[in-house]
């Protein structure tokens, strides 16, 4: 079993930058891929961004790419989502998620583990 707690969300102005993180508890962390996820209301969870085990590969979401980073700190059982450029339609419920497919995945399915969510709201 895999715990992940989010943190970080918060309303910020278009425009602005906010980080997230995710906090791993219970099996090894390192061992896992990482995914963030995001739900706006009314719509599906979408794949974000992913980062594989060592934190040497990652990819994004077109809709994200060049303003947000998504990076790992095995030591501390962390993953973070930095936010950069946030626009109003980056407005949803954040989920972070772990894998065990090598390299992650951008398939909802691929993933084992779920946070609660964060709560972004970016105002224009």
């Known amino acids: 079993q895999v715990q992940l707690v989010e943190s970080g969300g918060g309303l910020v102005q278009a425009g602005g930058s906010l980080g997230l993180s995710c906090a791993a508890s219970g099996r090894t962390f390192s061992s896992y891929a990482m995914g963030w996820f995001r739900q706006a209301p009314g719509k599906e969870r979408e794949f974000v961004a992913a980062i594989n085990w060592s934190g040497g590969s990652t990819y994004y979401a077109d809709s994200v790419k060049g303003r947000f980073t998504i990076s790992r700190d095995n030591a501390k059982n962390t993953v973070y989502l930095q936010m950069n450029s946030l626009k109003p339609e980056d407005t949803a419920v954040y989920y972070c998620?772990?894998?065990?497919?090598?390299?992650?995945?951008?398939?909802?399915?691929?993933?084992?583990?779920w946070g609660q969510g964060t709560q972004v709201t970016v105002s224009s």
């Open positions: 998620a772990a894998t065990q497919v090598y390299g992650g995945s951008t398939r909802r399915g691929a993933y084992d583990y």
